[in-house]
């Protein structure tokens, strides 16, 4: 929903962030399994130069990824030297962020897996499918995304758990003392190193409920 003008690239994942009107791990989907760093930052690879093929374990690359690499250097290379502050955009236009612009613009776009889902329940709101959609693409304003986009805090940890940890949205759904306690109460425990819909898949095949994303989702909102 929000993607980056980079300058400086401080700001934005190599891999996580739609910059340059692509998500890069969808479309170097052979080269990203290679990479060590699936957090690091368009910064940081920029700023390696020729040692960008660092960044992946199993040199020499499958044949499918190396044309990827080769493609992918070329567009970070070519990227101009800035040390300005990047800007975000949402898919309206703007940099401020409207619930009421986001809802619409997701209710007429059915081809996100997630939300596609969360649509086939019968929630009570549409603030809780806004929510849940936001959760799913990473793009709720926790702590760690004002970080990235350079925001100066006192703390960036947990305001639930006060442990110290950053708050992430992994940490505060699937980590965070609290909600592990809440998914508990629904004799479900939080899966590691898991991709979100897998994880939305290990929670249905333990429910065994039909309307089991609407548990899910209500449990998060």
Not at 22 to 45: D, V
Not at 54 to 65: G, K, N, T, Y
Not at 82 to 109: M, P
């Amino acid at each position: 929903m929000a993607s980056a003008k980079p300058l400086s690239g401080s700001s934005v994942y190599l891999w996580n962030d739609v910059w340059n009107g692509t998500l890069p791990k969808c479309i170097y989907p052979e080269l990203f399994s290679f990479t060590m760093n699936k957090s690091l930052s368009l910064q940081k690879a920029k700023s390696l130069g020729p040692q960008f093929r660092r960044i992946f374990r199993h040199i020499p690359l499958s044949d499918d990824a190396f044309v990827q690499y080769v493609e992918f250097q070329n567009i970070i290379s070519n990227l101009p030297s800035s040390d300005g502050k990047d800007r975000w955009e949402y898919i309206w236009g703007t940099g401020y962020f409207s619930c009421s612009k986001a809802y619409k613009h997701l209710k007429g776009h059915g081809n996100s897996p997630c939300f596609q889902v969360a649509m086939e329940v019968n929630l009570s709101t549409e603030t809780q499918n806004l929510l849940f959609w936001l959760l799913m693409q990473d793009k709720l304003s926790t702590i760690e995304i004002l970080r990235r986009r350079i925001t100066v805090l006192e703390d960036y940890g947990c305001a639930v758990c006060r442990t110290g940890l950053e708050e992430t949205v992994e940490h505060l759904f699937l980590k965070c003392p609290f909600s592990i306690q809440c998914w508990a109460s629904l004799n479900l425990n939080s899966p590691i190193n898991l991709e979100h819909l897998q994880i939305l898949e290990v929670f249905r095949t333990r429910l065994q409920v039909p309307f089991f994303m609407e548990i899910i989702i209500l449990m998060c909102y």
